[in-house]
Nanobody, 125 residues
Framework: QVQLVESGGGLVQAGGSLRLSCAASGRTFSTDTMGWFRQAPGKERQFVAA????????IFADSVEGRFTISRDNAKNTVTLQMNSLKPEDTAVYYC??????????????????WGQGTQVTVSS
């Protein structure tokens, strides 16, 4: 079983930047496709970004396209979400997710079998 731990959340003003990190342990990280999701109070979980096992392919939600980037370092078992030009609408708990032994990245949270505890991102107007 994989364990995922997010870090890097905090409070930032609109237009600012944050970088979230996810540290993985417990299974072979390089065989996992990885994703980021977020959930605001009272709202459904929302897909943010995903990255392929080798990092060569990425996908993003329309709401963050051009503002967020996702990357991974398989040697360090980490995946990163760089968030720029943040908006108050980005306020949410952000979760790191892993999909075991799959070469297909997905926007569907049900496709992921490992989740971190989440890290809070708050963007003030």
């Amino acid at each position: 079983q994989v364990q995922l731990v997010e870090s890097g959340g905090g409070l930032v003003q609109a237009g600012g930047s944050l970088r979230l990190s996810c540290a993985a342990s417990g299974r072979t990280f390089s065989t996992d496709t990885m994703g980021w999701f977020r959930q605001a109070p009272g709202k459904e979980r929302q897909f943010v970004a995903a990255i392929s096992r080798a990092g060569g392919f990425t996908i993003f939600a329309d709401s963050v396209e051009g503002r967020f980037t996702i990357s991974r370092d398989n040697a360090k078992n980490t995946v990163t979400l760089q968030m720029n030009s943040l908006k108050p609408e980005d306020t949410a708990v952000y979760y790191c997710a892993g999909r075991r032994n799959s070469g297909v990245i997905s926007r569907d949270g049900d496709a992921y079998d490992a989740w971190g505890q989440g890290t809070q991102v708050t963007v003030s107007s």
